[in-house]
């Protein structure tokens, strides 16, 4: 799909494609077990779609759903990396610092692109408006991230916002998606929703306590990139709490590595990583809850489907990497 | 108006010195201003409510340009069929549809983080003094097709028939323009890799974050609102546009020395870059109205030819300037070592002028000797020739739209032919 008319455009969007530097391709997976976890038998007819050519041309929108998500969040690193000057992205040199800033703008607007081209194939608004919402809230959620006041950085509520413009909202609308396609019930269409928006928000959460302290169960071995970035995580808002004078290290700023050392003793001090965990494993349990609260089934791949969406919620918290 | 962004583009992408991130209009009137001084208040861009000399000297360079538009309208000489006919300005005859256009494109633009909204704004308040040449185009497109509808449309009711049309239009104006600021933003995203010596400035890398996001801000927005519009078919195509606008971009990016001087090439990447946009969102407009698939195919047709003659002309003036001798414009796609069909065409009459191109142009000897190789050819006239064809088959394209009575009608369809002359005729 990715395939351009100029060959550099073409390896520049296939970048993050390739064998290798494709992560875990956690958000299909999600996408596709969804599918099937919510795949009853279909209570009134499909919009869009003819009877005879339903069960495969809707497995095939799903898909479509799942690779327009990926597409949509390759963009948005491209674009990342551009305004974060990253120099590596999962492991090999990021796209921006490899072939150029400019490319690697271009190469995320032709994903984009693309993506908005595939959703329109889709041939269901209703998607097409959510996706694109999708699209807004990145750009909201990265610049909430870029120019945050000294009051807004520190303040937890403003952070679950970012959070979820930047993070839980790709997967728990494009999970609403899914739903939507298969002519879903608005209810069904909520739990899905909820699902991927609750993972989404454990899923960062647990991220920001892995950026503190690594594979190890101790502070400080982890990238620490956040921080020295000035990006104030959970762990850290949370330590504010207890110890207000936190407040004027972080709004100091952290170009001093010194105010970076200052800010782990406090943040070791405090309850800061174990109260992180514990907000991720509330949205880990709300993930689940939504995933036993949809329609009953005797399918065994709709089950085993939904028993591997709630091992995931598991998964995500647990890991330590 | 293309001509202004067009221009306002080079205008940031000579100055080199001072930073590139698509706000140096100031270096337009005053020259020594400091890049440190520009870009101090990049976080804020340049919110055109302050009175700032700077600003104040933008709009004054546009409403310089206006005015300059405005009398090449009179000089225009055209055939005209009935007797009666007065004298048309296109531009009026859609100018308050466009203000409203206007606001209503600067309240969606409206996001909850101020400081993007302000850099977005940026483009629009500006534009707001200029001609908007695409949505003036499109709005009259709107109309100038509008006869009665044969069959239901998609996606309304029958009694919100009118009214709702006519807005989603609108949106489609909007959205188009959305895209088109958005290219221009990410377009003048620098490469650090290759420019950066030593250590950047933060307000330089500042400036490239904030054009990336802004540019970002807009897509999305376009996004949503074409979404809004519940059109797919629409939606394809002006995706499509993203798709080539960046194309288009690449291409001119990553040109190898056979493509450079390949006529081919050139037109291909100039209807990427400048006639995708016009061309597809006149169809849109033609889609949205329940148009037949003939009128669609009409409606991009004069699009295309009208941004292709437009693109030409404006290669044209890049050299010419507004004299029409050779070497007064301002020379800047040449010495960007950026190819344009005058010099392709004179390459077809001295292959010799091919290795200097090759040479490239960081050399200004090299330009004048391209300029005299140039002088000596037809490469002006024959660009000038090709525009014009490309001129009248926009017009033949109105011209073949279904009969109508409707005066209103007519006046637009008048008004898009004048366009096409207009294009083809201007000096600046």
Avoid at chain 2, 137 to 153: H, K
Avoid at chain 2, 207 to 225: I, Y
Avoid at chain 2, 242 to 247: K, P
Wanted: proline share 3%; hydrophobic share 45%.
């Amino acid at each position: 799909m990715v395939v351009a008319e100029v060959p550099k455009l073409a390896s520049a969007a296939e970048y993050f494609f390739k064998i290798g530097a494709e992560g875990k391709r956690f958000r299909p997976t999600v996408l596709l077990l969804m599918a099937t976890a919510i795949d009853a038998p279909i209570l009134r007819p499909l919009p869009d779609t003819t009877v005879d050519t339903l069960p495969m041309e809707l497995r095939t929108r799903q898909q479509c759903v799942a690779e327009i998500t990926e597409m949509i969040h390759v963009a948005s690193l491209l674009h990342d990396d551009v305004l974060d000057d990253a120099d590596t992205r999962r492991g090999v040199g990021s796209l921006n610092f490899v072939m150029g800033n400019k490319l690697a703008v271009l190469a995320g607007d032709f994903l984009l692109s693309r993506a908005c081209v595939a959703l329109a194939s889709l041939k269901n608004t209703e998607v097409v408006s959510l996706l694109a919402r999708v699209v807004e809230h990145l750009v909201t959620g990265e610049t909430m991230q870029m120019t945050t006041t000294s009051e807004q950085r520190c303040s937890m509520e403003y952070y679950m916002q970012k959070t979820y413009y930047k993070t839980a909202s790709l997967i728990s609308n494009s999970c609403k998606a899914i739903a939507l396609l298969a002519g879903q019930t608005a209810e069904v269409a909520m739990l899905a929703y909820d699902y991927g928006k609750n993972l989404g928000l454990a899923f960062q959460l647990i991220d920001d306590v892995l950026d503190f302290t690594g594979t190890s169960a101790s502070l400080g071995k982890g990238s620490l990139s956040d921080i020295s970035h000035g990006i104030i995580t959970a762990p850290i808002l949370f330590a504010i709490e207890e110890f207000p004078e936190l407040r004027s290290i972080v709004d100091r700023g952290f170009d001093n590595p010194t105010n970076v050392d200052l800010a782990l003793e406090y943040l070791g001090k405090s309850k800061g990583i174990e109260r992180t965990r514990e907000l991720a494993t509330m949205h880990a349990n709300l993930a689940s809850a939504a995933i036993d609260s949809l329609p009953e089934s005797d399918d065994e791949n709709v089950l085993k489907s939904r028993r591997a969406l709630v091992e995931l919620t598991q998964r995500v918290i647990t890991r330590t990497k | 108006m293309v001509l202004f962004a067009r221009g306002l583009y080079r205008i940031a992408r000579a100055s080199a010195r001072a930073s590139r991130c698509q706000w140096a209009f100031s270096s337009l009137q005053s020259p020594r201003n400091q890049p440190t001084q520009l870009l101090e208040s990049a976080t804020h861009f340049y919110s055109p409510i302050d009175s700032s000399q700077k600003v104040l000297g933008c709009r004054a360079f546009y409403s310089w340009v206006s005015n300059a538009l405005a009398n090449v309208g009179h000089q225009t000489q055209r055939q005209s069929s009935p007797a009666a006919e007065e004298k048309l300005d296109p531009f009026s005859l859609v100018a308050d549809e466009l203000s409203l256009l206007a606001n209503r494109l600067r309240s969606m633009v409206v996001a909850e983080v101020p400081k993007l909204a302000s850099a977005a704004e940026y483009f629009f308040k500006i534009g707001a003094e200029g001609k908007r040449f695409r949505p003036t185009v499109l709005l009259l497109m709107a109309t100038a097709i509008d006869a009665p509808i044969l069959r239901p449309l998609p996606d309304t009711t029958v009694d919100t028939l009118p009214m709702e049309l006519r807005t989603r239009q609108q949106c489609v104006a909007e959205i188009t323009e959305m895209i088109h600021v958005a290219s221009l933003l990410h377009d003048d995203v620098l490469d650090d890799a290759d420019t950066r010596r030593g250590v950047g400035s933060l307000n330089f890398v500042m400036g490239n974050k904030l054009a990336v996001l802004a540019g970002d801000f807009l897509l999305s927005r376009a996004c949503v609102a074409l979404a809004s519009l519940k059109n797919t078919e629409v939606v394809s195509l002006l995706a499509r546009v993203v798709e080539h606008l960046v194309t288009g971009e690449t291409m001119q990016m990553t040109t190898t020395s056979e493509q450079r001087c390949s006529m081919e090439y050139y037109m291909q990447k100039t209807y990427y870059k400048t006639a995708s946009l016009i061309s597809n969102s006149c169809k849109a407009i033609a889609l949205l109205a329940g148009q037949t698939a003939e009128v669609a195919m009409l409606a991009y047709d004069y699009g295309k030819n009208l941004g292709l003659a437009f693109q030409l002309i404006d290669d044209v003036l890049d050299f010419t300037g507004t004299s029409a001798s050779l070497g007064k414009g301002s020379l800047s796609d040449i010495s960007h070592g950026i190819i344009t069909a005058p010099i392709l065409f004179a390459i077809e009459e001295f292959p010799e002028l091919r290795s200097i191109v090759d040479r490239g142009f960081d050399n200004p000897t090299n330009v004048d000797l391209a300029l005299e190789y140039l002088g000596k050819s037809k490469g002006i006239e024959r660009t000038r020739e090709l525009a014009t064809m490309h001129a009248n088959l926009a017009s033949a394209a109105i011209d073949s739209l279904p009969e109508s009575d409707d005066e209103n009608v007519l006046k637009s369809r008048r008004a898009l032919v004048e366009l096409t002359q207009r294009v083809i005729t201007r000096t600046k």
